[in-house]
């Protein structure tokens, strides 16, 4: 399968600062990549939808001013973890949405820990 | 919001085969079911999926029943590597294919 690359696998920082967690798609091109969260021993929540040259569109809840999301490339999409508090340690895991033959599959990222302390 | 149920947790003796069910009585013509599985601390990692037919590769089955409200995914011959968390999943192809994951099931193979 196609291979979805995210960095960095872990991350600690002070309350207040902002943290940027990458995600690349290494053998194949997105034109969609998504971004989910997961606290501990629940499932994964979808936070926002990535859409290369155009606004990311982010679901219901989800502050777009706190999680800013940047679909530059084809395959690179960033998300950005403003002013860090420590309700917002999870795990952050992105995805990126092979198109072949009029079908759609979702390939992850090995997700990111953050720690917010 | 999450449109399958699975149960919670299942067990399965290494070697036999690990059957998973899915209920998605309300799919739509357009929806079509994906299964994926995570171990503990790592991203999801995708299995399969179909619309109507029942399909296989070399991981695992998927069957759908035909008015397409449940489904069942096999394992043929769990091992313990296959313990995990297994989602299922349908999704509308035209919406950009977003994911909403259910709870899942903790599927735990034993020697």
């Known amino acids: 399968g196609a291979v979805v690359s995210q960095h960095p696998s872990w991350v600690i920082c002070k309350s207040g600062t902002s943290v940027k967690i990458e995600c690349r798609s290494l053998?194949?091109?997105?034109?969609?990549m998504f971004w989910y969260r997961q606290f501990p021993k629940q499932s994964l929540m979808l936070m926002a939808t990535?859409?290369?040259?155009?606004?990311?569109?982010?679901e219901q809840g989800v502050e777009k001013d706190k999680f800013l999301i940047n679909h530059a490339s084809l395959t690179l999409s960033t998300l950005t973890v403003t002013s860090a508090h420590p309700e917002d340690s999870s795990f952050y895991i992105c995805?990126?949405?092979?198109?072949?033959?009029?079908?759609?599959?979702?390939?992850f990222g090995a997700g990111t820990r953050l720690s917010v302390l | 919001d999450a449109k399958t149920t699975q149960p919670p947790s299942m067990d399965c003796a290494e070697g036999r085969a690990a059957n998973l069910p899915c209920n998605h009585s309300?799919?739509?013509?357009?929806?079509?079911v994906y299964w994926y599985r995570q171990i503990h601390s790592q991203g999801p990692q995708y299995i399969i999926h179909?619309?109507?037919n029942n399909e296989t590769n070399e991981m695992a089955s998927l069957i759908i029943t035909e008015d397409r409200k449940s489904s069942t995914l096999i394992l043929p011959h769990a091992t313990l590597r296959d313990t995990a968390v297994y989602y299922c999943?349908?999704?509308?192809?035209?919406?950009?294919?977003?994911?909403?994951f259910g709870s899942g099931t903790k599927l735990n193979v034993k020697p």
């Open positions: 995805s990126a949405r092979v198109t072949s033959g009029g079908e759609n599959i979702q390939y």
């Open positions: 053998d194949f091109q997105a034109t969609t």
């Open positions: 990535s859409n290369e040259g155009s606004k990311a569109t982010y």
């Open positions: 309300t799919i739509s013509g357009n929806e079509y």
């Open positions: 179909g619309l109507k």
């Open positions: 999943i349908v999704s509308q192809i035209y919406n950009f294919n977003k994911f909403y």
